[in-house]
Structure formats: structure tokens, C-alpha cells
């Protein structure tokens, strides 16, 4: 219901106008529509559809439309629709009747597709720089803390001991396959659609290479009725981003439980926590259950997305411009969970003394007695079996394991020596020596990978 009204002869109805104004969301696409303009400007005087000089002044004139743009000068009008025809109308107005002549070969089908592509090219930029930023914060927390000990659980209750960098790590793996994910994104992202004009293409010798050149493009599209219905790319961004939001809730869940005082494992930095409106005594970790909230609505776009796209004939329908809005709040909703967990990654003060402390609760060196008992010749289901009902009967007689006399020990297996005593957390985590284990030399070795990735050129952006 834009102001091209050729065909009819009745205003829009306003609450059409304002039901199907695009302008309030997609103003922000001002820059990659600019761009894409003064690409297709040149390229029509190159190929002499348009003249040298005309292609100067439309160029001048869309600068300037940036410029009003961005000093806060511009006034958009919701009646003039979208950012298209908002900056085409006031370039009409700055230049005259040549400002017409831009829209030649170019339709708002390809040019909306061509905008929303940069657009997500330069989140995905963003993205990865933002994941290679928290990655790094992961890696020197990690390093700080490298000789901590903690209990490594499973179901919730205490499993083994593992290295604390090591359990860091674990999120260092999952936002390095994040960043592998935006990449590939990028892959299909980085299409040039222009040409394809509004389904069939154009019918003027236009040159799509020096487009897709001059726009920074590595392929062109090859289809105009898919390159203008086409938005596999944003459905993949959001795909990519629900995952990275998840693997970020898991561990906002990890601070919320180790900053608890049943925990206390960490204590975040005043700067991102919050107090309470009645309960003096209150330091509540809002910013991490405010990471754990957000991935709900990063899901929900994904999903209402999926939902308008999964019954569209082609090519081109109105139902597509509900992929703007979707897509501008999964980034911005994104970029902002990383920018500020990056920071309370930076600033949260591990307490060593309770983590190592914790190691002791739960007969967390269960499996390594087991395992002492298969070194010793015992299968290992009788070795389970045995160190089990040795678990049941300290628990019994409220001891932990190094508590129990070696009579005890041996009233459960013949097996057990003085050398069960030898067996420590510090003994558990350093048999652990397998590539990806959690034994000091394997976490070293990790954390310098993960250095090497970060520091070494890739900056997370390759997997």
C-alpha cells in the first residue's frame, strides 16, 4: 500500500497505511540500501542505461539523504511505506526527475533481498567478533584459575573431579562450534541478488559481476524467482543464534547455582548484579537469569519465522516483511547477551577454597576405587558393584572414604591395600591423561589450542 498508486484511484485507508508501514523497523537498513544504490548507479551509467553525469548527481544525492540520516535530519513518513521508498522519494526531491532514473532494471524485491543480505553479513561480522571477545574472556578466567579444583557433576550431583579451566573449556568447545555455524551462514549469506529484479530478472544489459564486485559479494544469485523469496539466510542466522543463546543460558544457569549461597563457588562483581526492594542482605545474579530469560524470545522469532515462510508460494509475498523485525531483534538481542556476559565473565572472583572444598562431599572418587580394583585384576561391573556397597556402607556409618580403616576396606575386597589411600583428587584428575581429559598437562594444552585460536589470526571465526 506504498504511494505508487498508479493503477488506483483511492487513498490507502489510514489503518492500512499504519498496519502496513515497515519504516518504524526497517529504517535501519538506511545504510545497506544506500550502498546498494550507489552500486546499482554506477552500474547503470557503466552500462550507458543511464549517463555518467547522471549517475554523479544520484550518487551526491544519496549521500546526502545518509548525511540528514544520520545528524537526526531525515523525516521518514510512514505514508511513503518502507526505507526504499522513503529515500527514493526524498532523493526526487534533492535532485529532480534523474532521481527517477535509479529505479531502472531494479525492482523492491531485489532490492529489499540485497539490503537484508548486507544487513546480515555484517551481523554475522559482528557475531563473530563478539563470540571471539566472550571466548577470550572464557580463556583467562580459565587461566587464572588453573590449578582450581571442582566437582564435576552429572544430574546435578557430584560426579568427578575435574579442573575448573577444564569445565571453562567445555563452553570454549560450544561457542567455537557457534562461531563455525555463523560462518557457514555467511557462506549463503553472501549472495548478490541485485538483477533479479521482481521475479524474472531484468530486461536491460545490466552487469551483475561488477555489482556483486562492487557490493563486496563472493557469488551471485543464480535464479531470480528464489533469489527474491529467498530468506533461507536469516532463518539460518536465527537458527545459529538460538543455538549460541543456548550453549550461553547453560551457563548463566552454572552462575546462578555457583553464586547461591549453597554453592558459593564465585562471587560476581557488584557491577552486574542487583539488590533486592525489601531484603537487605540480597545479591541477586539478574543479568545471568536475564541470559537465561532471553533465550525464549531468540527461539520465538526462530520459530515464528519458520511458521511464515513454510507455506509461501513464489515467489515474493507480502508475509516476508515480518522477516525484518524477527531478524533485527535476534541480533540486537544477541550482540547484547554476549557484550554484557563477556563482562561478568571478566570481573565474577572464583573461590578456590570452596570449590576444592566441595570436592569432598558426594564420594566423588568412587569410580577411581573402582578403577583401582580393575588395575588390581577385578572386572570392573564387580568392581562397580564392590565400591557401590563400600559407597552405602560409608554413607551408613557417616564416614567419608579416607575415614574407613583398611579392614574395612578389606571386609568389602581383598584387593584393597595401604595404596587405596593414595588415591586424591589430585590422583583422580591427573589419571584423567587422555587428549581432551581433564589432567593439568591435557587442560595446558587445551588452553593453549584454545589461545592459538583466538590469539593466532582465526579469532574464533573459523572452527
Known sequence: MSNIRGRFHKKADKLVTEYTTAIPFDCRLYRHDIAGSMAHAKMLARQGIISGKEAEIITKGLASIAEEIELGKFQFTPDLEDIHMNIEARLLQKVGEVGGKLHTARSRNDQVALDLRLFTKEAIANTLVKLREFQLALINLAEANKGVVMPGYTHLQPAQPVLLPHHLLAYFEMLQRDASR????????????????????????????????????????????????????????????????????????????????????????????????????????DVAELVRGKVGRVYGRLMALLVTMKALPLSYNRDMQEDKESLFDTVDTLLSTLAVFTGMIRTLRVKAENTEQATKRGYILATDLADYLVRKGEAFRTAHDIVARLVSYAMGKGKSFSELSLTEYKSFSPLFGEDVYSITVESSIAARDVIGGTAPERVAEALSRARDIIGGGKGGLEA
Open 182 to 285: 555463523f560462518n557457514d551462514c555467511l557462506k549463503r549469506t553472501d549472495v548478490m541478488p541485485l538483477g533479479s529484479g521482481a521475479i524474472a530478472g531484468v530486461a536491460y544489459n545490466i552487469d551483475r559481476d561488477f555489482l556483486t564486485r562492487e557490493l563486496g559479494f563472493s557469488q551471485i544469485s543464480q535464479n531470480s524467482v528464489d533469489a527474491v523469496s529467498d530468506r533461507d539466510f536469516v532463518v539460518e542466522y536465527e537458527a545459529a543464534a538460538s543455538l549460541c543463546m543456548m550453549h550461553l543460558s547453560r551457563l548463566a544457569e552454572e552462575i546462578i547455582l555457583w553464586s547461591s549461597a549453597e554453592f558459593n563457588f564465585i562471587e560476581l562483581d557488584e557491577a552486574y548484579a542487583t539488590g533486592s526492594s525489601i531484603m537487605p542482605q540480597k545479591k541477586n545474579p
